[in-house]
């Protein structure tokens, strides 16, 4: 099992920047696909950035892509996203994810608002 915890969320500025976080627990963070979801008032929870265990490989949705920046650091059980070039649409909860095989685990979520 996993814990997730969120943090580096806050108020900005449009055209200003965030990093978020999630620190994992556990010995076995790295066999983990990790994922960055958001939700907007009002809204369902959607897709944001994900990452292969290694770092490898990422994706990331349209909405954000040139934008957000996932990554990981293994050794300190930690995920990372990058935010850039905020938009007032970016204004969600972010919540961590994680997943291997067949279980997955969600973090408490972090609010980003971003004001125009």
């Known amino acids: 099992q996993v814990q997730l915890v969120e943090s580096g969320g806050g108020l900005v500025q449009a055209g200003g920047s965030l990093r978020l976080s999630c620190a994992a627990s556990g010995r076995t963070f790295s066999s983990y696909v990790m994922d960055w979801f958001r939700q907007a008032p009002g809204k369902g929870r959607e897709f944001v950035a994900s990452?292969?265990?290694?770092?490898?490989?990422?994706y990331y949705a349209d909405s954000v892509k040139d934008r957000f920046t996932i990554s990981r650091d293994n050794a300190k059980n930690t995920l990372y996203l990058q935010m850039n070039s905020l938009k007032p649409e970016d204004t969600a909860v972010y919540y961590c994810?994680?997943?291997?095989?067949?279980?997955?685990?969600w973090g408490k979520g972090t609010l980003v608002t971003v004001s125009s």
């Open positions: 990452i292969s265990w290694s770092g490898g490989n990422t």
């Open positions: 994810h994680a997943t291997r095989d067949g279980m997955d685990y």
